[in-house]
Structure formats: C-alpha cells, structure tokens
C-alpha cells in the first residue's frame, strides 16, 4: 500500500469510490459533475488536490480531496481536507489515518497556518478516528444558494 496522486487511468476506480462516498451521505450529485471534480484534482494549476491509497496491484482503496484557502486571521494558507473515504471491506487499517497525515503534511509544506475538516455528528466510526487528531468546538450552519431566506 502506498499513499500517492491520481493519474488519468484511475478514472473508473476513483469514480466508483467517490459515488460510494456521496451515497454514503446519502447526496446525490449530477452526473457531470463527477467528470467536473477529477478533472480540477488532476488540473496541476487548480484549487482540488487529491491522494489515494494505492494497493501494490493498482487497485485504488481510498482517497482525501483537500484545497487550501485564504483567511482573514492570518496572511498563510489555510488546509481545507473536503472529503475523506476508505473502501468499507478494508477499514480499521490505518487508511483514512494515513489518507489525513499524507494531507497535513501537505499543508505543512505548503506553510500553512491550520488543517481542518468537518463531518457529521452521527458520524461516530469516523469521529473516534478523527477525535485522536483534535476537536472543534465550533457548530456550521448551512444555507443552500439560492434560497428565498433574503
């Protein structure tokens, strides 16, 4: 196992684990878009970077997307980890723990000033993981755009 980038042959491989990751949310996104968001990960000059746990026969096993930001309350980058999914056959070995420092490290070689993720409260298996890297006491509010709430 090896953590790595994507290249373009991993299309059908990473395009099936994402699915796997939307409707683990029980989202849906429209079929271009899938298109849409490996295509900017593999963009060397955009915003959406990505590894994957690459196994020692090619078989993709798992994937964090991240991308880095502005923020007001430092002149640094900021590491934004926006979706983080393990193949459900293979959790519990240290995958998603791998998948996240291969993202900090990033972030530090980057120089950025904090690494940061969100997931859902009922979203305990991943939060007992997520819980040994450090909490957040903050609650997010969504609003879908547009909305009539103006």
Request: aromatic share 16%; net charge neutral.
């Amino acid at each position: 196992m090896s953590i790595s980038t994507l290249t373009r042959a991993d299309w059908s491989q990473w395009q099936g684990l994402f699915r796997q990751y939307i409707a683990f949310y029980k989202a849906s996104l429209p079929e271009e878009q899938y298109q849409n968001t490996f295509d900017r990960i593999l963009d060397t000059e955009g915003d959406l970077h990505a590894f994957v746990i690459r196994e020692e026969d090619g078989t993709l096993n798992g994937f964090a997307h991240f991308l880095y930001h502005t923020s007001s309350w430092s002149d640094k980058p900021v590491c934004y980890l926006n979706d983080l999914f393990v193949n459900p056959d293979i959790r519990g070995k240290g995958y998603g723990r791998k998948l996240i420092v291969a993202c900090g490290k990033a972030a530090e070689e980057k120089g950025c000033s904090k690494y940061y993720w969100l997931t859902q409260h009922e979203n305990a298996v991943a939060r007992k993981l997520y819980d040994t890297f450090g909490q957040s006491g903050f609650a997010e509010y969504r609003i879908k755009l547009p909305t009539d709430k103006w």
